[in-house]
C-alpha cells in the first residue's frame, strides 16, 4: 500500500498548506470551517485547529479543498 | 467551458447566509459582501437551483452569467436574426449552383444559334443547374466533334453564376482557282536539273541558271506569223538550290526521358538519408519529387511523402568530327522539316568550323534539288490585249 501511496501523493496535492499575502490568506486542504465571523474564523484539519481573528474577515473563496480569507488579519493560531 | 453565474443575494443578515453556504459546501470562486444586507457571490451554475430551493428568506437574482450559459442566452435573444442569417446563406449558396445566364461571344448570329442550341441539348441553359468541370469538358468536346466542320475551338468559362461561352470559326480553305492560261516560272535562283513539260513551250534547258520568276515552260506559243496561242502550260521544274546554314551542336548531350512509370511512397528524412517507411522496387534510373508532411525545428528528422518517376538517361560525349556529322544530319532535318518541296542532298560542305569549349559551331553549305515550279497566270495579258484591238 506503500507504492499506492506513493503514486497518490504524486498524482494530487494533499499537502496542507497556509500561504500568507498582504490582507489574505490561502489555505489548501483546510478541511472544515467550524465557525465564521466578522472578527474571527476557526477552521479544523485532522487534530489541529487553525484560528484567524481580525477585522472584517470575509470568505473570498470557498472551493473544496481551497479556501481564501480577505481582511485585516491579525492573527493566526494553530492548535 | 465554465458555467459560473454571478447573484446578488439580499436579506436581513449576509453573514448567516455566508455560514449556511459554508455548512453546505458550496465553492465560491468569488465573494464581495457590499452591506449587510447584499453581497454578491460568484458560482457554480450547478449550485444556484440549489440555493434558490432553500434560501426563501432570501432574494437571490442573477446578474450576470459566464461561459456557455452566456452564449446559450445570446442565441435565444438573437434567434430569429441568427436563423434568419443562417437560413440566408444556405439559400444563396443553393442559388449559387444554378446558372442564371449563357452569354455566347461571338459575331455571327447563325454561329451563336447554332451553339445555344447545342447547348440546350446538353441542359446548359439559363435557371438549369450548373455543371462541374468533367462535364464542361465533355460538353466541349462533344459540341466540337459533332460541329467541325463549323467550329474550331470552343471554350466555356465559368463566371459565377453566369457562363460565357467563347469561340472560334472554322475558316474553309479557299478553292484553289483553275487558271484558264498559265506559265510556269522559277520560284527561286537555281540551276535546272530536270523539266518535265506535258503542254507549253520549253524556254530553258537542262543544266541552265535560271533566276526567279524567269519562265521556264512557256504559256504563249508564238507563230510564224507573230500571232500567240494561249495554252495553260503544265509540268514540273527541278533545280539545284544552295542554302546556308549557321548550326551549334553540344559535346556532351544528357537528355532525360520519363517512362509515364511512377510510384508513391511515404519515407523519413535524416539529414540527407532517405528511408522508406513501404518498401517497393526502385527503378534504376529515377527522379523524384519530395513534399514535407511533417519537420520539426528541433528534431533533424522530416516526414515526406515522395513522388519517384522513372526516367531513361542518354548521355553522350562527341568528338568534334562526331558533333560534326551529328550537326550536318540535324541541318538536314530541319531544312527538310521547313521545306516540303525539296526532293534531294545533293552536297553539304563545310565552310566554317569553330571549337567552343562545349559545343562547336558550323557554317555549312547545303545544295538541294527542290522543285522551282512557280504558276504565273497570263489570263490579264489577254484583257489587255483584247481591250486595245
Known sequence: MKKIDKLDRYLYDRE???????????????????????????????????????????????????????????????? | MNNNVLIKIEG??????????????????????????ELNAL???KYYNLLTKYSKTYKISIIKKYGKLRLLDTIKDNLIMLSCTIFAVIFLYW??????????IYNDKKIVNLVSKELQKYDIKKYSKKKNNIELNNVKKQILKDNQDVLEWLEIEEDGTKYIVRLVERKKASSVKENLYQSIAASKDAIITSINAYSGEKVKKVNEYVKKDEVIINGILTKADNTN????????????????????????YYEELFTGKSKKTIALAFLNKKLSLFPYRK??????????????????????????????????????????TKAKTEAVKKIKDQNSKIKGIKTIEVINKENLNSKIKIDLF???????????????????????S
Not at chain 1, 474564523?41 to 473544496?64: A, H, S, Y
Not at chain 2, 442559388?95 to 455566347?104: H, K, P, W
Open chain 1, 16 to 79: 496542507y498548506k497556509i500561504i500568507i499575502k498582504d490582507n489574505m490568506v490561502n489555505i489548501i486542504n483546510y478541511g472544515e470551517i467550524i465557525d465564521f465571523s466578522l472578527t474571527k474564523i476557526t477552521i479544523k484539519r485532522d487534530n489541529k485547529l487553525i484560528v484567524l481573528t481580525g477585522k472584517n474577515l470575509t470568505i473570498n473563496k470557498m472551493m473544496d479543498e481551497e479556501l481564501l480569507i480577505t481582511g485585516i488579519i491579525n492573527t493566526i493560531c494553530i492548535n
Open chain 2, 43 to 45: 458560482i457554480d451554475y
Open chain 2, 95 to 104: 442559388l449559387s449552383n444554378y446558372i442564371f445566364s449563357v452569354d455566347i
Open chain 2, 366 to 388: 547545303i545544295s538541294v534539288i527542290e522543285d522551282i515550279s512557280k504558276i504565273i497566270n497570263i489570263a490579264e495579258e489577254i484583257n489587255f490585249n483584247s481591250l486595245h
Open chain 2, 283 to 324: 527503378y534504376k534510373q529515377f527522379k523524384s519529387k519530395s513534399y514535407i508532411l511533417f519537420e520539426n525545428n528541433l528534431i533533424p528528422i522530416k516526414i515526406i511523402k515522395e513522388r519517384i518517376y522513372e526516367v531513361k538517361l542518354k548521355e553522350n560525349i562527341y568528338t568534334p568530327e562526331e558533333a560534326v
Open chain 2, 12 to 37: 436581513k443578515n449576509v453573514n448567516n447566509y455566508i455560514k449556511w453556504l459554508i455548512k453546505n459546501r458550496i465553492n465560491i470562486l468569488d465573494l464581495k459582501v457590499i452591506s449587510c444586507n
Open chain 2, 229 to 252: 496561242i494561249y495554252t495553260k502550260a503544265t509540268g514540273n521544274v527541278y533545280g539545284e538550290v544552295w542554302y546556308k546554314v549557321s548550326i551549334e551542336y553540344p559535346l556532351y
